[in-house]
């Protein structure tokens, strides 16, 4: 699944010790796998195949312009949600003909540039949307790409935050709606041509059951819209699971065999999708973000301070919350493996970043390697929604990205300087 592992002792990226980066690069310090990212996206297209499919990668999960290179020469279409997405994605050497472009609010200015820019569909989440999309293609005497998102109202059994497909949810529209709003553009707005229909329930989904739920619920309408409408595509979104409870402690039980948990395997997914897609005769999307990136990434970071209360124990590192906010904001889990292989006693500790917040925790109360001031460890699973959702809070510079292939490792993203963090201010 990826490629961290320990070589004599010592934590490698593919085969580029960590430690050597961390001296380098400074810390703390973003390290990804190309190799893992190819591998991910290679095993998706594999599992899809007997589809006509194609993976649009969610570029949101890492935009950096390296990541998307990489993906773009090894065919990849990409999934925005934003201009700059889109602005990225063309800097990267990607094809705007092979970008869909989702969201709920997209302005005048984004959809005025991925007209420009010929983008392969935009996925409408609203009829406001929609209607507005059709006026500004008309204002531009062009006819505008669109596919609606559906909301099929199914559990995808995740955490709270990032699920999407459920009524309540403020994505796409609800599933009994949707076949009058087709039949309304093609009646009313003729500067919209309606090109797919797409869907995306949620993230970090462990279970093949929702997408299989969903699909079969989805189903029927996507035929009835092809029919009706000749609509070409269906997207059925992203939200491949992945495995954050990883120990890579040599010699120990693979987690779920631990925990009597198993991950979802892209296998699984495509042997229960596959066969229920084959028959429509649609070409079928996939988005996939945190599947591609996810465990292609780790963030390196040094202790600093071991501060031992009568309560707990807290080993204070030098990233904080913004640098890597999933635990802050969504309970995310990620191991913490130190630089050098450890075989002692675990300690219970809780690992903090320096953030003036309660919130900037990497874990509470967990048994790990007593690691020390001056060590470094890795926080594992960090390559998906970890340096996009970096801010600059508490005027901290965003920290430097590492691309690693084989032996070799290229600086893919400086470190911010103070400087870099205050220009535009006055
Ligand atoms: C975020 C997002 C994705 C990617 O989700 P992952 O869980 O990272 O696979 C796909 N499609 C849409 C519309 C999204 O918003």
Redesign the pocket.
Known sequence: MHAFSYIDGQLHCENVPLQSLAEQYGTPLYVYSGNTILDHYQRLDLALQGLDHEVAY?V??NSNLSVLRLLAQAGAGF?I?SGGELYRVIKAGGDPAHCTF?GVGKTRDEIIYALQQGIYCF?VESAAELAYLNEVAGELGVVAPAAVRVNPNVDAKTHKYIS?GKSENKFGIDFDAIEALYDKAAVDWKNVRMRGLQM?IG??LTSVQPFVEAVKKVKPLAQTLKDKHGIEFWSI????GIVYHDSLASGQLEWWQQKEEKPLTIEEYGAAVVPLLQDLGLKILL?????IVGNAGVLLTRCLYEKKGSAKTFKIVDAGMNDLIRPALYEGHHEIAPLQETVGELVKADVVGPICESGDFFCQDRAMADFQPGDVIALLSAG?YGFVMASNYNTRPLPAEILVDGEKSTLVRKRQTLDDVLAGEL
Do not use: F
Request: proline share 5%.
């Open positions: 969610a949101k999960a999934d949600v989702a996925n999407t995306h993230s970090q979104g992203g939200g491949i988005e996939p973000g945190r599947y998906a």
